[in-house]
């Protein structure tokens, strides 16, 4: 089943076709999303993806930070059934008042998210977990970034969720495309880490583990 899912990645890069005839890949990002494929690909490493089958539900008293750095690790174990293989998780929730802005699934569930974000400062969770299946050394790494949304309006946020469906993005806001508009200000440590993928940190965890990038 493992292998019917995996999907190939391989940036223009010297070696990277000899790379990938290799039975097992060492690198493995465990997701689906295109956002992801795309941060890592700036690293121009060869890499396999495989969607994690992993439970997102919070667990009682758990807080957001913790919720991130629990499915990330989560989803790269689920993935890594090939025992050379580095495996990348990495997972985001949101946070306003202590309170969990999870994927909200549906419209009336966006909409309410976004009324109560307009106007407030927003921290996003963004865990990254490098898992290797050989060794079974864990790395993880939380990085938050603070995000001001605008006081939009209503039909501001109608209009928005009617042209992106954010149903599947922490707190429905789809910055890497048109949700940058709802932003006001950004403060952060490392800009890849709001569209889902810490890259600063997980190029530290690739040198723990002799990948070098450059």
């Not at 990645?9 to 999303?33: D, E, M, Q």
């Not at 008042?97 to 569930?109: C, E, F, N």
């Amino acid at each position: 089943m493992f292998r019917q899912g995996l999907r190939r990645h391989c940036p223009a890069r010297a070696g990277c076709h000899a790379a990938l005839k290799l039975p097992t890949p060492n690198l493995i990002l465990a997701s689906a999303s295109s956002y992801r494929r795309a941060l890592l690909e700036r690293l121009g490493l060869p890499f396999a993806m495989v969607a994690p089958q992993v439970d997102e539900t919070g667990l009682p008293g758990e807080t957001a930070a913790r919720a991130a750095l629990r499915l990330a690790e989560a989803k790269a174990r689920a993935v890594a059934v090939w025992p050379p293989a580095l495996v990348i998780g990495s997972d985001q929730v949101a946070e306003l008042d202590g309170v969990h802005l999870g994927k909200p699934g549906d419209h009336r569930t966006a909409v309410r998210q976004l009324r109560a974000m307009r106007g407030r400062e927003v921290i996003f969770h963004t865990a990254v977990c490098l898992y290797s299946a050989g060794s079974g050394k864990v790395q993880t790494a939380n990085v938050p970034t603070m995000v001001k949304f605008r006081s939009v309006s209503d039909a501001q946020i109608e209009r928005y969720l009617e042209l992106e469906q954010p149903y599947d993005c922490a707190g429905s806001a789809r910055v890497e495309m048109l949700g940058i508009a709802l932003v006001e200000r950004i403060v952060a440590d490392d800009p890849t880490a709001l569209i889902g993928l810490p890259l600063i940190a997980l190029v530290s965890m690739l040198q723990a583990e002799g990948v070098a990038v450059i």
